[in-house]
């Protein structure tokens, strides 16, 4: 196998990938972050998960999150019920979580997320 140049397997494996990514984020259900939805904020991708608008038009979209880390592990990452529509700002946070291992879900009894992470937790008082 040549460096530099994918693979025809790893080009199938990505053409694989978009297209299912592609059809999974256009059902109805997809076409909002979760995690924003969890807020109550209805985030197409045209949004900040502070509710503020999204600026950065490479950020203006909707990313599928595996919601357990596939690892490699072929059947996790093909399965669509560990799949979720996020916000880049929330795969981010997402990631960032699942890396460090430290997930502080929920709220705080003044509605804020208790995760000091979370972009509502970065927003000026
Ligand atoms: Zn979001």
New binding site residues.
Partial sequence: MSAGRPSSRERGYTMKWEKARAVFLAQPGNQI?R??QAHG?L?AGNLR?NGSLQTNPKRMHLVVDHIVPHKQDQKLSWDHANWQP??P??HDITKQQKEHGKVRSGTGLDGRPLDPAHPWNQRPA
């Fill in positions: 972050c995690r924003c904020l985030n998960p996020l916000c700002d929330h």
